[in-house]
């Protein structure tokens, strides 16, 4: 396939922006959507060749994500984060798609690494992302933990995505926090609720899950603290769900 987009979501992304831009460099266009940068994002894009769009994100990755596809030039949009990486198995996948598939999109493999390793097991260790996709048939939903709606059939690439979120514990943490937030914000909508039951019980029973029936424990010290990171996340949505469900009331 030569005619395909890359988009990326971008804030503040000068960290690992330049290693992702230069394992795009095969696509014939390039777009980035940021969300206000205010390091040298945009410099790094422009010296790459990408389209900029600025675009606020307002807490809804669905919609950045679709705002992505309205502006892309090519039926086909590969979507990469702006911490990933293309390993050399799934750009060579890509270029051989043929110009016209009968599928509407590709899921694609994302490999996590956490302080340097690469996590092999746990909820991270088989997971897919349709990343992918003909923006004619198709569209994001959900403003975080998005998921792409396709209308057809969704295959699956060879390859995968590297991806580098979390340097520290540190920054985990603050990942975790904005995430939940939005989670809850965004089950609050869907009308889920909770109650004290789930807030504790729930994180622990999905801790025990990854760390040993998906053999989190295999990848180690990293393997224990990214289990117990992703529980976290989960007590914290349900707590925050909590919060805002009782403060309507």
């Given at each position: ?51 900029i769009?600025?675009?606020?994100l ?34 060579d996948?890509i270029?051989?798609?043929p ?24 909820e ?25 709606s396709a ?8 390859g ?18 904005f ?24 994180p ?5 899950y990854t760390?040993?029936?998906?053999l ?34």
């Amino acid at each position: 396939m030569k005619n395909f987009t890359v988009a990326i979501l971008t804030k503040n992304s000068e960290s690992t922006l330049s290693r992702l831009l230069s394992s795009c460099q095969f696509a014939n266009e390039i777009i980035l959507v940021d969300d206000n940068s205010t390091d040298g994002t945009l410099t790094i894009a422009k010296k790459h060749g990408a389209k900029i769009f600025v675009h606020s994100l307002n807490n809804d990755f669905a919609a950045q994500r679709n705002y992505a596809l309205e502006n892309a030039t090519n039926d086909w949009v590969l979507f990469v984060d702006a911490d990933e990486v293309l390993n050399s198995e799934l750009i060579d996948s890509i270029e051989k798609l043929p110009e016209n598939t009968e599928v509407d999109a590709f899921k694609i493999k994302r490999t996590d690494y956490f302080w340097k390793q690469k996590m092999n097991y746990g909820e991270t260790g088989n997971c897919y992302l349709t990343r992918l996709v003909d923006r004619r048939k198709g569209e994001f939903k959900r403003s975080v933990h998005e998921v792409y709606s396709a209308k057809g059939s969704v295959d699956t690439l060879c390859g995968e995505f590297e991806h580098y979120a979390h340097n520290s514990v540190q920054g985990f943490l603050v990942k975790i926090n904005f995430y939940s937030t939005l989670n809850a914000q965004t089950f609050l909508r869907e009308k889920r609720r909770t109650n004290v039951f789930d807030i504790f019980f729930t994180p622990i029973f999905k801790f025990m899950y990854t760390f040993f029936l998906k053999l989190g424990f295999m990848d180690g010290a990293a393997g224990f603290v990214y289990s117990f990171m992703m529980s976290f996340h989960s007590f914290l949505t349900r707590a925050k769900l909590y919060s805002l469900t009782h403060s309507k009331k």
